[in-house]
């Protein structure tokens, strides 16, 4: 008989590097037998095979290859995968610092997921229902289907890049129980930059205000720095690693925030090269020529296509401020 994983290795090419720390590998992987022996029937558990820390690094790597580089279909097809990681981590101590993480890019599957239902490809059936969260065991994944038509593909992306999309989407979500106590403190110190301080809820799309919050390829903070840019604006990551510190983590935010924005003279080209890199940015703005991020971000990650109207709907959701002209009253 046919095992059954409950995080199904990826079926399309592999390139990025990503990895979980060994012994909280091993912690998921414990979790993902416990979760299983509570939901599953005895007569069933020999039909399923428990995720090894092998599995979990492949998952992680997919996960990071398609935030770059995949459509809105595989997207959509990893968000059932990408749920039950999250259920899973949350079951171990130290699983929480990932699944923050993880939990603010589910808006990306779920966006797409969703966008994949309006907008579907002619002569392509629509996707299956996605299985229940908890205790739903993952099958293989299903061959890749025929990318949509370009028209399709098109239409999609231009409502995962809307601003008034993703404020439907966050309209009602309630702010991180953690910003209430760090979003005065954060205010202050982004004041002091001179960076408006509407751009502390940056630590919500970025790490859901949990200040101990890392991804699986070395980002880590408030504002997931990672190493070498942490260093690049004044904080150390041995032996102390302050990029966990709140504080600490928000001047840099601050300080990076500031340096963006005198480079594109735009919040949104700011946030964009937050996320993918400035040097990524500059040379799509050069190559063009451009000067707006709207003239660029079909060139851009997928992740950075939906993270720049993401953020510009959570600081209008949050302070009712709107960032998202090139020459914003806002600027610094």
């Given at each position: 008989m046919?095992?059954?994983?409950?995080?199904?290795?990826?079926a399309?090419?592999?390139?990025?590097?990503?990895?979980l720390?060994?012994?909280?590998?091993?912690?998921?992987?414990?979790?993902?037998?416990?979760?299983?022996r509570?939901?599953?029937?005895?007569?069933?558990?020999?039909?399923?095979?428990?995720?090894?820390?092998?599995?979990?690094?492949?998952?992680?790597?997919?996960?990071?290859?398609t935030?770059e580089?995949?459509s809105?279909?595989?997207?959509?097809?990893?968000?059932?995968a990408?749920e039950?990681?999250i259920?899973m981590?949350?079951?171990?101590?130290e699983?929480?610092?990932?699944?923050?993480?993880?939990?603010?890019?589910?808006?990306?599957?779920?966006?797409?997921?969703?966008l994949?239902?309006?907008?579907?490809?002619?002569g392509?059936?629509?996707?299956?229902?996605?299985?229940?969260?908890?205790?739903?065991?993952k099958t293989?994944p299903?061959?890749k289907?025929?990318?949509p038509?370009?028209?399709?593909?098109?239409?999609?992306?231009?409502s995962?890049?809307?601003t008034?999309k993703?404020?439907?989407?966050?309209?009602?979500?309630?702010?991180?129980?953690?910003a209430?106590?760090?979003?005065?403190?954060?205010?202050?110190?982004?004041?002091?930059?001179?960076?408006p301080?509407?751009?502390?809820w940056?630590?919500?799309?970025?790490?859901?205000f949990?200040?101990?919050?890392?991804?699986?390829?070395?980002?880590?903070g408030?504002?997931?720095?990672m190493?070498a840019?942490?260093?690049?604006?004044?904080l150390?990551v041995?032996?102390?690693?302050e990029?966990?510190?709140?504080?600490?983590?928000a001047?840099?935010?601050?300080?990076y925030?500031?340096?963006?924005?005198?480079?594109?003279?735009?919040?949104p080209?700011a946030?964009?090269?937050?996320?993918?890199?400035?040097g990524?940015v500059?040379?799509l703005l050069?190559?063009a020529?451009?000067?707006?991020f709207?003239a660029?971000?079909?060139?851009?990650?997928?992740?950075?296509?939906?993270?720049?109207?993401?953020?510009?709907?959570?600081?209008?959701?949050?302070?009712?401020?709107?960032l998202?002209?090139?020459a914003?009253?806002?600027?610094p």
């Amino acid at each position: 008989m046919k095992r059954i994983v409950l995080i199904p290795a990826l079926a399309w090419p592999l390139a990025a590097s990503a990895q979980l720390p060994d012994d909280l590998l091993e912690q998921a992987v414990q979790a993902g037998e416990q979760l299983a022996r509570e939901h599953l029937p005895a007569d069933l558990l020999d039909q399923y095979e428990w995720p090894s820390p092998e599995t979990w690094t492949e998952f992680w790597t997919g996960l990071t290859q398609t935030l770059e580089t995949g459509s809105l279909d595989d997207l959509a097809w990893l968000k059932p995968a990408a749920e039950s990681a999250i259920e899973m981590l949350r079951m171990v101590p130290e699983g929480a610092s990932y699944a923050d993480w993880l939990q603010q890019r589910m808006d990306y599957f779920d966006m797409a997921e969703a966008l994949v239902r309006e907008v579907p490809a002619p002569g392509q059936p629509p996707p299956p229902p996605p299985p229940a969260r908890r205790g739903e065991l993952k099958t293989p994944p299903r061959p890749k289907p025929a990318p949509p038509p370009p028209a399709v593909q098109q239409r999609r992306m231009e409502s995962a890049r809307s601003t008034s999309k993703w404020e439907t989407k966050l309209s009602g979500r309630p702010a991180p129980a953690r910003a209430a106590a760090l979003a005065p403190r954060l205010k202050d110190i982004f004041r002091a930059e001179g960076v408006p301080p509407e751009l502390i809820w940056l630590a919500e799309v970025e790490s859901s205000f949990n200040p101990e919050a890392r991804s699986p390829v070395g980002a880590a903070g408030l504002f997931q720095f990672m190493p070498a840019t942490a260093q690049r604006f004044g904080l150390s990551v041995k032996p102390k690693d302050e990029r966990l510190a709140p504080e600490k983590s928000a001047g840099a935010a601050a300080k990076y925030l500031r340096y963006l924005h005198g480079m594109f003279h735009s919040w949104p080209l700011a946030f964009a090269a937050y996320n993918a890199g400035e040097g990524r940015v500059g040379k799509l703005l050069k190559s063009a020529p451009a000067r707006t991020f709207e003239a660029i971000q079909d060139r851009l990650p997928t992740e950075t296509q939906m993270y720049v109207p993401k953020v510009l709907a959570t600081i209008k959701l949050r302070e009712r401020v709107d960032l998202s002209a090139p020459a914003s009253s806002k600027s610094p």
